[in-house]
């Protein structure tokens, strides 16, 4: 497998630090940046920029709902109406810091609760591909690689839109391939051991193991370390060896 390395960045906001972006980024290939509703704000997300495009990382929109509150983690009722145009709005919002650099915004990956909103509800995941296609068709969306991989796929094909499908290192799945949830003591991994098994069985053998020890075969064009975790660096230095 071919698998680059992503990781949620930008995700501080005013005199609020998140994550340790500086550290990180030498060792990830793609960087979801936050647009302003969960997390960042305007000169945040055009430092994140700056910071991408010197180590020559690939820059993502990592939009989400209205929740700096929650860290977009809260799920909000919202018309679809309402998801095309909180997308477009943080889609465009980075592109226009992208733009000003002489980069670009290469996918978007939905954050948090949206993310899980987006794969559990299929008008959701239509209205975030209709508001990425009307902006750019050029530009890939990022989801939750599973067994529906191939029926997001042709859903996808229909917006013109082409899917990134990710593995998450540092969090633990259920029997049928979603998440844990993050009330849940088992949803983070936190050892370091474990975190490099997956990623050698996932590049070796193309699955990994659900918290009940499940294999679950999963196509992979990235794994995601989340950058609030508070081992990100060392998971992530760890990936990178596993991934060589």
């Known amino acids: 497998m071919n698998i680059r390395l992503n990781c949620d960045m930008g995700e501080s906001f005013g005199i609020w630090k998140m994550g340790n972006d500086e550290q990180i980024i030498p060792y990830i290939d793609m960087a979801n940046l ?3 509703f969960h997390a960042s704000d305007a000169v945040t997300m055009n430092k994140s920029v700056l910071l991408a495009k010197k180590y020559n990382v690939l820059i993502g929109a990592h939009p989400s709902y209205l929740d700096l509150i929650g860290f977009g983690r809260r799920s909000i009722r919202c018309s679809l109406e309402e998801i095309k145009s909180i997308i477009l709005y ?34 959701i995941f239509k209205a975030v591909l209709s508001a990425i296609s009307s902006f750019n068709k050029n530009i890939k969306l ?17 917006y ?7 593995v998450f290192a540092d969090r633990n799945y259920n ?21 490099s ?32 975790n508070e081992k990100a660096l060392e998971f992530i230095k760890l990936i990178r060896k596993a991934l060589m």
Do not use: W
């Open 34 to 36: 936050a647009c302003g």
């Open 90 to 123: 943080q889609l465009g919002a980075l592109n226009a810091f992208c733009k000003a650099h002489g980069t670009a915004v290469s996918y978007v990956k939905p954050h948090g609760a949206l993310y899980n909103d987006m794969m559990r509800d299929e008008n």
């Open 142 to 158: 990022m989801i939750l690689s599973g067994p529906k991989n191939e029926i997001y796929h042709h859903t996808a094909l229909f």
């Open 160 to 166: 013109g839109i082409e899917l990134l499908y990710e």
């Open 175 to 195: 029997d049928d391939g979603s998440l844990v949830s993050r009330i849940s003591d088992e949803a983070i991994i936190k050892d370091e051991l474990d975190v």
């Open 197 to 228: 098994q997956r990623i050698a069985t996932l590049k070796d053998k193309g699955y990994i193991l659900s918290v009940n020890s499940h294999r679950l075969f999963l196509d992979a064009n990235s794994i995601c370390v989340h950058g609030d």
